[in-house]
């Protein structure tokens, strides 16, 4: 039987704290994959959309892999829909179909979490956000398992948005304030989360205050660009996958090289790379979103969906009865 696990059951089944959990040990473990990470990416004909298959997604110690198939459109809400196919990775069978959106939003804005933590100054307790939507929400969502957040200043396109996510984290107990820029948010924080659908650098150099870290998010297909290239190549760049990073994230969109990247985050967390090697510098971690993660994710919610007998079964190929053919 297949498990059937749309955004509602996965809210009930995931928890951030125990997902981030899931994703720490994952970074790790990939430092050793011997499989690459593969993007397939398409823009689709007389539509504003695109559409991406991620593949294939393992990680040693779960015996299943996952192929992920997302939709994107900036205008539409959500801005993403989709699939995950978690398959047992013995047999090929599908175990579950969990909701992309969900998938994605969460395992992107908690590893974001957990880079922006450990990159960011220690005493930071206020926090930037350009770009108000699911990913940078569960950015903060993340962020406050793992630190103090007191503070978050917001700045959106539309207004609108950025005033619904201060309402929200008001209501949370936290101090917001929404501003008119990237720039304002860049000056008044040390910590920054950008999360856009931006095709042009939202900040530079001067933008940023010495010592800050920028958390890149947008810059995960090619073209997609938020911060230049002068402050990439001033700062200490993080990234998820280095080969990823070239052909469709940020150092590739840049015209930077491979040795332009200090670390993969994997090495951060494991401790073998400094999340920064002096107080004044500059730190960006800019991500793709690699298959492995939606596999981290979708293996904890299948798991605690067994136990919970949470989700819909659906039998995809029925039995044969008496034994028959079909």
Same mark, same amino acid.
């Given at each position: 039987?297949?498990?059937? %696990? ?8 995931? $928890? ?5 959990? @899931?994703?720490?040990?994952? /970074? ?7 499989? *690459? ?5 398409? !823009?689709?004909? @007389? *539509? ?18 996952? &192929?992920? &198939? ?10 993403? *829909? ?16 969990? +909701? !992309? ?14 880079? $922006? ?38 700045? +959106?396109? +539309? ?17 917001? *304030? ?26 530079? %150099?001067? +933008? ?81 979103? %690699? ?24 039998? /995809? ?7 028959? @053919?079909?």
């Amino acid at each position: 039987m297949t498990v059937l %696990l749309g955004a509602g059951e996965l809210r009930q089944l995931l $928890t951030p704290r125990a997902a981030m959990q @899931s994703l720490r040990q994952g /970074f790790v473990a990939a430092l050793e994959a011997q499989t *690459s990470p593969q993007r397939v990416r398409r !823009s689709l004909p @007389s *539509s504003p959309g695109t559409i991406a298959v991620l593949l294939p997604g393992l990680l040693t110690g779960i015996p299943a892999y996952t &192929v992920k &198939v997302n939709a994107k459109f900036p205008d539409a809400e959500p801005a993403i *829909s989709g699939i995950v196919c978690l398959h047992d990775l013995r047999t090929g069978e599908l175990l579950a179909l969990l +909701d !992309s959106a969900f998938v994605t939003a969460w395992r992107t804005g908690l590893s974001a979490a957990l880079a $922006t933590d450990l990159l960011s100054p220690a005493r930071t307790h206020t926090v930037g956000v350009i770009g108000a939507g699911a990913q940078a929400d569960m950015t903060l969502r993340g962020l406050a398992q793992l630190r103090t957040v007191k503070r978050v200043v917001i700045h +959106d396109v +539309d207004g609108g948005r950025a005033h619904r996510m201060a309402e929200a984290w008001q209501q949370a107990g936290l101090d917001c *304030s929404v501003v008119g820029s990237a720039r304002e948010v860049a000056r008044a924080c040390d910590s920054i989360v950008t999360a856009t659908w931006s095709r042009r650098p939202l900040l530079h %150099l001067a +933008d940023v205050r010495p010592g800050s870290h920028v958390t890149s998010l947008g810059a995960d297909e090619p073209g997609k660009a938020e911060l230049d290239a002068q402050l990439l190549r001033h700062a200490r760049v993080v990234v998820d996958d280095l080969g990823l990073a070239m052909t469709s994230g940020a150092l590739g969109t840049a015209g930077l090289r491979r040795g332009d990247a200090a670390a993969v985050l994997g090495q951060i967390i494991e401790g073998t790379a400094p999340a920064r090697t002096d107080a004044e510098q500059v730190t960006v971690y800019t991500p793709v979103g %690699l298959p492995w993660q939606d596999l981290a994710l979708s293996w904890a919610a299948y798991q605690a969906a067994l136990q919970q007998r949470a989700g819909i079964e659906f039998r /995809f190929h029925p039995q044969p009865e008496n034994g028959g @053919s079909i």
